[in-house]
């Protein structure tokens, strides 16, 4: 048996010198080391042995097991580090480098102006109407009826109004209007909400105009509101988005909704009021329409205008981050020109 342990590990030392990776040498481990190897199968044949040839056989046994063990990890390390040491020159990263620039979306500006206007009514005490109450697809009755428009106004023609195929009087909202009756119905006063959406109408689209664009509609209902109230609210929304500099003007006007009514003006950033193609040579640009709730319009929803009354108001999105932007062309907010964008 001791001649069988020296040929063993002769064998096993003669193999591992020709070794020439991590896998030979597990793989010689388990030639000679393992349960099944040739080391144990020797161990197993102490029992016939005579007892003093067992502390022989079996302390041999025991050395070359130990010099094999430490042979092999010597080998193992000497090959685990070669193969590291190759892996790490392969995939060696130069950290000097100049990274590789990945560009990342930014909000849309029209996005970031109806947060920026919904951040500032809130702070004043409004409350943004649910998706539900705001719905982009109406019927006439509450685009028009219920907002005190005559069946015979020009504003109800196929020439300003989408009309849908869905049914005779179904249309694609022309303004955001109709989100202050479906709150009215279903909530009693005091109301005081925005409601931020899309609009369609159907005209000429040149750089003021466009037949989609944005609309933020405001309403405000309760005991003893007054025209002050609005001009308050108003021209403390326009001192927060504008600034303190930015002159305004309130000027009369009509809507079939509210009565008395006003227009809102802020000079053009573009001319600094001294005139141009963006405000037609006014000076100025209207930024909303306001007034005070028609006392029809209360009626209609089932509240007393001998008790409550309101103010409502509707801003175009766009106008708005035109004004503050400095931006010339309305279109720009719909090409998806990156020159554009990114800028914001």
């Not at 069946?151 to 020439?159: E, F, G, N, T, Y």
């Not at 609309?215 to 025209?227: C, M, S």
């Amino acid at each position: 048996m001791k001649e069988q342990l020296e040929k063993i590990y002769e064998s096993a030392v003669a193999e591992l010198q020709n070794a020439a990776s991590i896998n030979d040498v597990a793989q010689i481990r388990d030639t000679y080391l393992s349960r099944k190897g040739q080391l144990n199968e020797i161990k197993k044949g102490l029992k016939d042995l005579s007892d003093e040839d067992k502390k022989v056989v079996g302390s041999l046994a025991n050395q070359i097991s130990q010099k094999l063990e430490e042979a092999l990890r010597e080998k193992h390390e000497l090959f685990y580090k070669k193969e590291l040491d190759e892996k790490l020159a392969k995939e060696r990263i130069d950290v000097t480098l100049t990274g590789k620039y990945v560009p990342h979306g930014r909000i849309h500006p029209i996005t970031s102006t109806i947060n920026e206007i919904t951040t500032i009514f809130q702070t004043l005490g409004f409350s943004v109407v649910p998706s539900e109450l705001s719905p982009e697809v109406e019927t006439e009755y509450y685009n028009f009826d219920m907002l005190n428009v005559p069946k015979d106004h020009p504003a109800r023609d196929v020439q300003d109004t989408f009309y849908t195929s869905l049914a005779k009087n179904v249309v694609l909202r022309s303004q955001t209007s109709g989100a202050q009756i479906h709150a009215m119905e279903c909530q009693n006063p005091p109301i005081r909400v925005i409601a931020p959406g899309r609009v369609y109408r159907n005209e000429n689209i040149n750089a003021r105009k466009n037949n989609f664009f944005h609309q933020i509609e405001g309403l405000y209902v309760d005991k003893d509101i007054t025209f002050g109230d609005l001009k308050g609210v108003l021209n403390e929304f326009i001192r927060i988005y504008f600034g303190e500099s930015r002159p305004t003007r309130f000027r009369n006007s009509f809507f079939p909704f509210t009565e008395p009514s006003a227009e809102i003006d802020v000079q053009c950033i573009m001319c600094q009021g001294k005139g141009c193609r963006i405000c037609s040579g006014t000076g100025w640009l209207e930024i909303l329409g306001a007034g005070m709730v028609d006392p029809n319009v209360l009626r209609g929803v089932g509240i007393d205008p001998d008790v409550y009354s309101g103010f409502a108001f509707g801003m175009g999105v766009e106008r708005l981050a035109m004004l503050k932007y400095a931006i010339d062309d309305i279109r720009l907010f719909f090409n998806n020109d990156e020159r554009f964008l990114k800028q914001f």
